[in-house]
Structure formats: structure tokens, C-alpha cells
């Protein structure tokens, strides 16, 4: 009995430990409050995929809160003052990826190295702008293939792929 309550007490000191450092680290409520339900970080897991979309991706962590599930997209680099816009058309894309898997978030957590996470609303535009511009890119992708130029710039993986046929 004494041991049950020993432990008891001793688990009860570790989760406020926890949840101190978490808060002294200015990591959002949201995400240690929350029960995870997908994490890529803790252990690998199975890609999400939209055959309409042929859309692939696999969100660090998916959260499941009272407003829903929320996909948590982790950066190590420093937080910027807005979040960058591929930062948030990747988020996109796994908010996309959840709601044809799944159900539809109200928004989802682009999480940096260092402060409170960016909370970016999941919204119709939103949606319609990531699969716009999935669109755009699988274009740019067949153009290349159909005419055989690329657009030129240092790095661009299509061109490269390319270019190593």
C-alpha cells in the first residue's frame, strides 16, 4: 500500500515536472494539454494519401482536441514574425490530407524551435489555394516533361530530375 502511494506520488511529480519545463519552454498549452493521435516525431508513421489530389504527406503530429484534429507541423529554425508561406501550404496540404482521411480541421499549428506556435485557420480558401497550387506544380511538372525546357533555375528538382534522364 505504501509503495501504490509512493508511486502514485511520484508519477503525480513528474507530469507537473513536465508540464513546468513544457511552460518555462513556451510551448503551447495546446500541444502537451491535448492527446496525440499520429506522431511522425515519436515514431514513424504511414504516409496519409489522396488518390484525386495524388497528394502524399505525413504531418509530425495530429492532435486530437475538443474543436477536432489538429495537424502540428514542427521547424527548427527559429520562429519568424508571420510564418512562411510554404510553411503554411504545407500545413495546407496535411489539413487537406486529414479532412479527405479523416475529418475536417478547424485549423492547424506550425510549431518553431523557439515560442508559442502560429495557429493558421483552415479555411475554403485555404483549402481551394492548395489545391490550386497542386495544380500549378503538377503543370509545371508535365510541361517539362512535354517540351522538355525547365524553368531554368539552379536547384529546381524538376529540372534536375530531368536533366539526369
Known amino acids: ?6 508511486l502514485a506520488g511520484f508519477v503525480a511529480f513528474l507530469a507537473f515536472l513536465v508540464t513546468w519545463l513544457l511552460r518555462k519552454l513556451g510551448v503551447s498549452k495546446e500541444l502537451y494539454k491535448n492527446k496525440s493521435v499520429y506522431s511522425d516525431i515519436e515514431r514513424p508513421e504511414k504516409a496519409m494519401f489522396s488518390k484525386k489530389h495524388l497528394l502524399a504527406g505525413k504531418p509530425d503530429s495530429i492532435l486530437h482536441t475538443k474543436s477536432g484534429l489538429v495537424p502540428v507541423e514542427v521547424k527548427s529554425g527559429s520562429r519568424p514574425k508571420q510564418p512562411y508561406y510554404s ?8 489539413c487537406l490530407l486529414i479532412e479527405i482521411n479523416r475529418e475536417k480541421p478547424k485549423h492547424g499549428l506550425i510549431q518553431y524551435a523557439d515560442g508559442e506556435p502560429f495557429m493558421i485557420p483552415y479555411t475554403d480558401e485555404l ?7 497542386i495544380g500549378e506544380m503538377r503543370g509545371h511538372i508535365y510541361r517539362k516533361e512535354l517540351d522538355g525546357e525547365g524553368c531554368g533555375r539552379e536547384g529546381c528538382l524538376v529540372c534536375n530530375l530531368n536533366c539526369a534522364k
Do not use: C, N, P, W
Open 1 to 6: 500500500m505504501a509503495f501504490e502511494l509512493f
Open 127 to 133: 483549402r481551394d489555394r492548395v489545391i490550386e497550387t
Open 87 to 94: 510553411h503554411i501550404m504545407q500545413l495546407a496540404s496535411y
